[in-house]
């Protein structure tokens, strides 16, 4: 109901501006991750889906050179050459699209010219991955536009090569799950193969309700990037010490802890951490497929605890709200959710106590902190695809 809205707005959008039906409307999704958090850069799994928040992007091409790209939200717009080098600007949105015009440059794609709109119900810095939304969606659009035949994986890769030139030296969950996801199906990635398989994402007599912190500190890009480079160095340490270890999926705790004495405190933490949630994907996956809930959710408090003392990658918001939510006998789990710093945490309620937590949480969360605690019922959706326009 509520993206029927967003696509009728998007395209009856495009039509006043362009005068004509946009030729191809694209839909492309936030996503949420049950577990595996900050391993997707390090060979781990993740247990993402796609959810029901989308972007709708509308797309015609123009016969020039010249594309113009409207964000509706925004109230916002820019023209750019195609055939120009792209470089990056101060007007965040825009560099996203110009890195994904920069990847199908590197990538030997010539390219027209064409017009775009878009519209999201993706809240923006929620840790739902509005970005890889956009770049995938934006890149998926062009692929059916000029029929490029660039494969859904490809899609995926590309668009986290953006992201990279963008700033963010990301992994690849957001943008696999944003393209791959299926209705009521988490993905379980391997993240060193990139092999997948869907499994059903039946989390029985619980509800999965996101809780948004309505935060988002300022140091998540570099602190992203400072683990992404420890756990590198951490990964450095073990190969000299345990020639077989290639990667993190082949090494135990045993290997970390006996490695304590030669790494840096940090980088000790950020090891082992990567290590043990590696391991949990793997169970709660095996727990989510034999209806075992209760086990998710534990390993969810253990991924959050895990995130907030070794990753260290939490923030006061998230904590209180974690705090709070474990002394709830009706939760079962909860967890920040992506990069950290801010965003949302993903738990799971039992059926029939979501109205009185919700209320509770808000309550306590703007006492402590003089913020809206924002909250989403998410459904698990598919990925990016083609919508019919007629
Ligand atoms: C961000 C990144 C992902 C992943 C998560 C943490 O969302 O884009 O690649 O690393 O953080 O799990």
Redesign the pocket.
């Known amino acids: 109901m509520m993206n029927d809205i967003l696509i009728k707005n998007t395209t009856d959008f495009y039509q006043k501006i362009f005068g004509s039906k946009a030729e191809k409307i694209v839909l492309s999704p936030g996503r949420i991750?049950i577990i595996g958090?900050?391993i997707?850069?390090n060979d781990g799994y993740v247990l993402p889906a796609a959810i029901d928040k989308i972007i709708c992007f509308a797309f015609e091409k123009n016969n020039s050179n010249k594309s113009r790209i409207i964000a509706i939200d925004l109230d916002d717009e820019f023209e750019i050459d195609i055939t120009i080098a792209m470089e990056l600007t101060d007007t965040v949105w825009t560099n996203y699209i110009r890195a994904v015009i920069n990847q199908l440059k590197i990538n030997g794609f010539a390219l027209e010219g064409f017009n775009c709109v878009f519209s999201s119900n993706i809240p923006v810095g929620s840790?739902l991955?509005s970005s890889a939304a956009l770049e995938c969606g934006f890149l998926f659009g062009i692929n059916e536009l000029f029929n490029l035949n660039i494969k859904p994986v490809d899609i995926a890769l590309m668009g986290q090569r953006a992201?990279h030139w963008v700033g963010?030296n990301?992994?690849?969950?957001?943008q696999f799950s944003s393209v791959m996801g299926l209705e009521n199906k988490v993905i379980k990635i391997d993240c060193r193969t990139l092999e997948y398989e869907y499994h059903n994402a039946d989390f029985k007599d619980y509800s999965l309700v996101l809780f948004d912190s309505n935060v988002k500190h300022e140091l998540m890009t570099s602190a992203?990037n400072e683990r992404r480079l420890q756990c590198e160095e951490g990964l450095a340490i073990i190969k000299s010490k345990f020639p077989d270890i290639t990667s993190f999926r082949d090494c135990k705790e045993e290997h970390i802890l006996e490695l304590q004495d030669v790494m840096s405190n940090d980088v000790f933490k950020r090891c082992h951490f990567v290590v043990k949630e590696i391991k949990r994907v793997t169970l709660a996956c095996d727990a989510l497929d034999s209806g075992d809930i209760l086990t998710v959710g534990k390993l969810m408090y253990e991924t959050h605890e895990g995130l907030s003392v070794d990753y260290e990658v939490s923030c006061a918001e998230l904590d209180l709200i974690v705090d709070t939510l474990k002394k709830e006998a009706a939760v079962v789990g909860c967890r920040l959710m992506?990069?950290g710093f801010g965003g949302c945490t993903i738990n799971l309620i039992k059926k029939g106590h979501e109205e009185r937590i919700k209320k509770q949480l808000s309550t306590l969360y703007f006492d402590a902190f003089g913020i809206e605690l924002k909250i989403y019922d998410v459904k698990i959706g598919n990925g990016t695809s083609l919508y019919n326009n007629n």
Do not use: A, L, R
Request: aromatic share 12%; proline share 0%; glycine share 24%.
């Open positions: 991750n958090e900050h997707d850069y840790g991955s992201e963010i990301c992994g690849i969950m957001d992203y992506g990069g």
